[in-house]
């Protein structure tokens, strides 16, 4: 009993020098295996005394009809929106004031007007940027100011300038009555167009243009619900003023505006036919002999577009209220249409 007593104890110091390290190895590694073992039940604990700590708030139901949630709890709605006020007025003091920064939507709500065209104006609107130089049209070599990096500068002197007696011809077609026509059919341009024409008093465009509306205006337009207005732009409700203009042909537009002439070169086809002042914006790629009145900027741009658009449109408010005050003394600046009784 005592000999084997002995070898056990001294087993490992008697064993061969060969299997110690083998011995020491596989003892290292359960200790390693445990110990992660044990990390790991620690943060499987942790995490699971985590969530059964954290209050959990129930999932709102959403209206099948209107597909909104459903306010189930009203107070603690507004607990959480009285909390989100606090916080404003506590941290609204804290961090940088950018002041005065660009805020795109007053270009559609508060559009510049022809008197305020400067050249930081055009050049924030990026509507000195052409196209690359390989696919410039000649015929605007007069417009451009230089080339950076492949891509061709429009000067914007030559912009404000165009863009000025672009103003003078929409406020003097304002001011004799007639009748002016806004299109742009790229997406995005729908706002400023249809606000442009709100503020000119004319009509506007949007969609594809319908080829032949012009040439072809009384087989296309002839069945179009009519708006008579008087020399305030107050309009006519009589029936009987409408039915004496059903057998009348169908208006063309004094004036064409244009804010993307490379897809509308049909219309502008048939304003050259029937003799219909254009104005366009014409960038390095287009030809400038397709409209009467070319603006030499950037079509691509949005903003570019938006700031025309809004001082065409502000011009235009300025004839027609020309026209009303005129109105008043009782001098109409157009030729009314006589009606028979």
């Known amino acids: 009993m005592?000999?084997?007593?002995?070898?056990?104890?001294?087993g490992l110091r008697s064993a061969p020098k060969a299997i110690r390290p083998c011995i020491r190895k596989f003892t290292s590694e359960i200790d390693l295996l445990e110990s992660?073992?044990?990390n790991s039940l620690k943060e499987t604990h942790s995490i699971e005394s985590l969530l059964q700590n954290e209050t959990s708030e129930p999932i709102p139901r959403i209206d099948d009809e209107t597909h909104t949630t459903l306010d189930l709890d009203s107070e603690a709605v507004a607990r959480r929106y009285h909390t989100l006020k606090?916080?404003?007025?506590?941290?609204?003091?804290?961090?940088?004031?950018?002041?005065?920064?660009?805020?795109p939507h007053t270009l559609l709500s508060n559009p510049p007007s022809p008197s305020s065209i400067t050249l930081e104006l055009l050049?924030?609107?990026?509507?000195?940027?052409?196209?690359?130089?390989?696919?410039?049209?000649?015929?605007?070599?007069?417009?451009?100011?230089?080339?950076?990096q492949g891509i061709h500068i429009i000067s914007l002197d030559v912009t404000a300038s165009h863009l000025r007696r672009a103003c003078r011809v929409v406020s003097g077609v304002a001011e004799r009555g007639g009748l002016i026509l806004f299109v742009g059919t790229r997406p995005g341009q729908d706002r400023c167009v249809i606000n442009a024409a709100e503020l000119a008093g004319g009509c506007h465009l949007f969609d594809r243009w319908i080829p032949g509306s012009i040439t072809n205006g009384q087989q296309i337009l002839g069945d179009c619900a009519l708006k008579v207005v008087?020399?305030?732009?107050?309009?006519?409700q009589e029936e009987s003023v409408k039915e004496q203009l059903r057998?009348?042909?169908?208006?063309?537009?004094?004036?064409?505006?244009?804010m993307n002439p490379l897809e509308n070169w049909v219309l502008l086809h048939e304003c050259g036919?029937?003799?219909i002042p254009t104005i366009g914006i014409i960038d390095t790629d287009a030809n400038p002999t397709w409209v009467t009145?070319?603006?030499?900027?950037?079509?691509?741009?949005?903003?570019?577009v938006q700031v025309i658009a809004g001082i065409l449109g502000r011009a235009g408010e300025e004839g027609r209220q020309k026209r009303r005050e005129w109105a008043k003394s009782g001098d109409i600046s157009y030729k009314p249409l006589r009606l028979g009784k």
């Not at 005592?2 to 001294?10: A, E, H, N």
């Not at 008087?230 to 006519?236: G, Q």
């Open 2 to 10: 005592i000999i084997r007593q002995l070898i056990i104890r001294q």
């Open 36 to 38: 992660s073992i044990d």
């Open 86 to 103: 606090r916080q404003q007025s506590t941290t609204s003091r804290y961090g940088s004031d950018l002041s005065p920064h660009y805020q």
């Open 123 to 148: 050049l924030a609107s990026q509507s000195h940027l052409g196209h690359s130089t390989s696919l410039w049209n000649p015929m605007n070599s007069r417009y451009i100011f230089g080339i950076r």
């Open 230 to 236: 008087d020399e305030f732009d107050r309009e006519i």
């Open 247 to 258: 057998n009348e042909a169908a208006l063309k537009p004094d004036l064409v505006v244009c």
């Open 273 to 275: 036919l029937n003799n």
């Open 293 to 304: 009145y070319p603006i030499p900027a950037n079509d691509d741009s949005l903003r570019c």
